[in-house]
């Protein structure tokens, strides 16, 4: 059984479908040990204790740059044995420190189609203003391992959305999360748990 580790920084509806799927049974070979918020008194941390997840905070405000705050995230990984860490709404870039103890043994779920509307300042409500402002017809979701490029690591799954005249960011979000967000990162995280993914030279194959 895998330890899944899931690193929080909100609301938490991603950390809620992983949830949904572990208790529905559709995430074979893993399960939730531990939920790492970066900020206190978010809802993700309500939603782990619901479930009877363990919760830690390690707040980035008490760290005084991304190297002491990576050490401290990777002291705890390592704490939890992680065999899986998942990005779920974790608004925290972290060093490469904590990438290269976890290769290709952590994911992040992006809220566009990577390559567009990604990498640094791109992240929550901002991605969609910005796919609203180009005006694409088709935008979505992305799950992809992290490597030490913001958003630029191998790509697992993906998932397009329609783009719907009238809609404000936040009406687009919404979509994005019920149509793509929600289904393709607890698929991701079971593909990883029953060791159907393989990387190489950056490409992901399923089996
Ligand atoms: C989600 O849309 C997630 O894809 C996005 O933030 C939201 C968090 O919602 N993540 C990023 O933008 C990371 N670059 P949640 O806390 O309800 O899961």
């Known amino acids: 059984m895998k330890n899944i580790v899931v690193l929080v920084s909100g609301g938490g509806t991603n950390l809620q479908a992983l949830i949904d799927a572990q208790e529905s049974g559709s995430i074979q070979g893993g399960r939730i040990t531990c939920v790492i918020s970066s900020k206190p008194g978010v809802y993700a941390l309500e939603r782990a204790k619901n479930h009877d ?87 979505g979701a992305t799950v992809h391992f992290v490597t030490e490029v913001c958003d630029g690591g191998p790509i697992i799954l993906q998932k397009a959305v329609e783009v719907q005249s009238g809609d404000t960011p936040e009406v687009l979000q919404k979509r994005v999360m019920e149509q793509a967000e929600w289904k393709i990162l607890p698929q991701a995280v079971s593909l990883f748990c029953e060791d159907r993914l393989t990387v190489k030279d950056d490409i992901v194959y399923i089996s």
């Open 53 to 139: 997840i363990k919760t830690r905070v390690i707040a980035r405000k008490e760290f005084a740059d991304s190297v002491e705050y990576s050490k401290a995230i990777l002291e705890a990984l390592n704490e939890e044995k992680a065999d899986l860490v998942v990005y779920a709404g974790f608004m925290t870039i972290l060093d490469e420190l904590v990438v290269k103890a976890y290769p290709n043994k952590m994911m992040n779920v992006h809220p566009a189609l990577i390559p567009s509307f990604c990498g640094k300042g791109y992240y929550g409500l901002r991605v969609h203003e910005e796919a609203l402002k180009k005006g694409v017809k088709l935008t």
